[in-house]
Each structure stands twice: as C-alpha cells, then as structure tokens.
C-alpha cells in the first residue's frame, strides 16, 4: 500500500511519519492559512456586518484566543462620518484630471480657482500613467489634479478642462464626498460659485 501525506493521519491506519505532511509542506500550508485567518480577521473588524452571528460563533470556538485578544482591544478614537445631510452643505465631488506637465497643471489650477469653478486644487507631480490610445500601450510621465468642488459646477468644470487642455480628450472623472469635516464641506460650498 502506497503511503500518501496527509494533514491528520488517517484512522484506518496506524501513526507513522510516513502519514505526516513534511515540514517544507507544512510551512507552505501555513502560510496560507495564517494569511487566510489574517483576512478573515481584518474584514471581520472593517466590515462586521459582512459576518454572520453563526459564523462568527464558529470562529470564535476554532480560535478563542486570538478573537478574545483582538476583540477586547478597542480603538482610541472611533471613526466618524458627518453625512452631508441636513447640514449647510452642498453635495461636493472630488474631480480628478490628469496633465501633461508642471507648468500646465499650475495654469490650468490657478484658472479653476479663479473662475471659481473649485475651492482646492492639489497637484500631485510625478505618477506614470499606462494606457492604450490610437491603438498603441502608451507610458506617459503627468500630473494629477485633486479638484474639490461642488456636485452642481461638474459640467461647467469639465467645460472649462475641456477648452483649457492640451490633451485631445482629458480625464475628468468625479467621485461623491459623502461625508467629512463638516467646517471643510461648509468652506467648498462658501468658496465656489452657485
């Protein structure tokens, strides 16, 4: 009868080394479950709605320790969203454009601000974006601009972008702020046109 590696040896046949995982073996499986328990711990912490209470006592019975340790421990300062409604705010976006150069995004950030089509501009030098135009893999050194400004200026932003830039077609994507510092949202909406 062939000898076969097992995790736990089976009951049919006698303990011998021959039924045990080999230490190089048992290290890779290891790491796996370690990395798997480690995920499943930190999206049980982040997102404890995603976990079931049955699967929860489960985990609980397999490893008392470990839950009990990270369980007891409670962060310093709880995380708070100020939603947006109800307040004197207005829906904002983050707007983000990318530009070819230092000197063009420097123009093109003071000529939103100043048309107030914004209340903050941040220029972040240095990424390297991978794309394919007119058919071929282009690798270009830019720029992007983190514009935040009001959901209702977005048109009238991307207009602006589009008639400002050297590109033929410029990103303007925006992503929803939906919640914050309150006295930070009050200042976007005091600091752009209606």
């Known amino acids: 009868m062939a000898s ?22 048992l290290r890779r499986r290891l790491s796996l479950v370690g990395a798997f328990f480690m ?9 404890p709605a995603f976990y079931s209470s049955a699967l929860k006592t489960r985990f609980a019975q397999a490893f008392p320790l470990i839950l009990s340790k990270f ?7 709880s995380i708070r969203f100020i939603r947006m409604d109800g307040n004197d705010t ?6 983000y454009v990318t530009v070819p150069s230092k000197e063009a995004g420097k123009k093109l950030a003071e000529s939103i601000i100043k048309e107030k089509l914004a209340a903050c501009v941040n220029r972040i030098p240095g990424i390297e974006s991978v794309y394919e135009w007119k ?9 992007l601009l983190i514009i935040k400004t009001r959901q209702s200026l977005l ?40």
Do not use: F, M
């Open 39 to 47: 995920l499943s711990l930190g999206l049980s912490i982040l997102c």
């Open 135 to 143: 058919g071929e893999i282009q690798t270009d050194s830019e720029e």
């Open 155 to 194: 048109e009238v932003l991307t207009e602006h972008v589009k008639a400002n830039h050297e590109y033929e077609v410029p990103e303007v994507i925006s992503l929803p702020i939906t919640g914050g510092n309150l006295k930070y949202l009050e200042w976007i909406k005091d600091s752009t046109r209606d």
């Open 90 to 95: 207005v829906p904002s976006i983050v707007v």
């Open 71 to 77: 369980s007891s421990q409670r962060p310093a300062k």
């Open 4 to 25: 076969t590696s097992t995790l736990c040896p089976s009951h049919s046949r006698p303990r011998s080394s021959s039924t045990l995982v080999s230490a190089s073996k």
